[in-house]
Each structure stands twice: as C-alpha cells, then as structure tokens.
C-alpha cells in the first residue's frame, strides 16, 4: 500500500524549546548544615543530618544521607549563617512534602518556613 505524503506549502513556525532552569523563584546555593525528621501526625519516624545544596522561598535540596520516600511529610532545621542582633544564632525551621530523593540528595517543596533563635545544640552543630 502506497502513502502519499504531501509537503506543508503553509507558514513555518518556529519550534521553541524550553532550556535552563524553569523554576519561578530563585536557587541559592548555600551549603549548611540540617537536621531533617521525616514525620507521620506529628510523630517523628526518622531523623538524620545532612547539608543542603541550594535552597528557595519554596524549596530545599539537601544531602539525606538516604533516600527518602517522595510525598512524605519532612521537618528540616537549618543552621542559618547569619545571628539575630549580630549576636543569637537562627534556624531556618521548614516543613513541607519530599518531591524527589534518591542516594544523593532528596528536595522538598516547602509548605511553610519560620526562623527561630538556635540553642546550644545548634551551636554545635555549626561549630
């Protein structure tokens, strides 16, 4: 059976191809030093430490030092580099769902994020 097969005498258009970063907010990348609970109704399942790689106004992408199953509920605390006043240490608190994880690195769409001054524990953590 024969196919014929006409060429489009009509108006080309141009193919546009999406390259790059898509992502609407900003990446930073800042390696610092986390603490991560993986939580089920407010009942802690795992915890561990690890380092973020970058972060954004709605995500974190972070060392684990495991996989992570995607769509759990995440807590990370994040030794922030900069002190309240010059002089009390903050923690970036963020909670949000895991939208990929694998050996290296998991990232999570954060859902809510508040600063809070550190204690000694996060003293030496940074230190």
Same mark, same amino acid.
Request: glycine fraction near 12%; aromatic fraction near 4%; charge should be positive.
């Given at each position: 059976?024969?196919?014929?097969?006409?060429?489009?005498? =009509?108006?080309?258009?141009?193919?546009?191809?999406?390259?790059?970063?898509?992502?609407?907010?900003?990446?930073?990348?800042?390696?610092?030093?986390?603490?991560?609970?993986?939580?089920?109704?407010?009942?802690?399942?795992?915890? =561990?430490?690890?380092?973020?790689?970058?972060?954004?106004?709605?995500?974190?992408?972070?060392?684990?030092?495991?996989?992570?199953?995607?769509?759990?509920?995440?807590?990370?605390?994040?030794?922030?580099?900069?002190?309240?006043? =010059?002089?009390?240490?903050?923690?970036?608190?963020?909670?949000?769902?895991?939208?990929?994880?694998?050996?290296?690195?998991?990232?999570?769409?954060?859902?809510?994020?508040?600063?809070?001054?550190?204690?000694?524990?996060?003293?030496?953590?940074? =230190?």
């Amino acid at each position: 059976m024969a196919v014929s097969m006409k060429a489009w005498s =009509g108006p080309q258009e141009k193919l546009v191809v999406i390259g790059g970063d898509r992502r609407t907010d900003r990446r930073y990348e800042l390696e610092l030093d986390v603490r991560w609970k993986l939580m089920h109704r407010r009942k802690v399942l795992e915890s =561990g430490t690890g380092r973020t790689r970058d972060l954004s106004s709605h995500g974190i992408l972070f060392e684990a030092g495991r996989g992570i199953p995607a769509g759990s509920q995440i807590e990370a605390a994040i030794a922030w580099p900069a002190r309240l006043h =010059g002089v009390a240490p903050l923690k970036l608190l963020a909670v949000g769902r895991v939208v990929r994880s694998d050996l290296g690195c998991t990232a999570i769409r954060v859902e809510r994020h508040e600063f809070r001054t550190a204690g000694a524990a996060a003293l030496q953590l940074a =230190g």
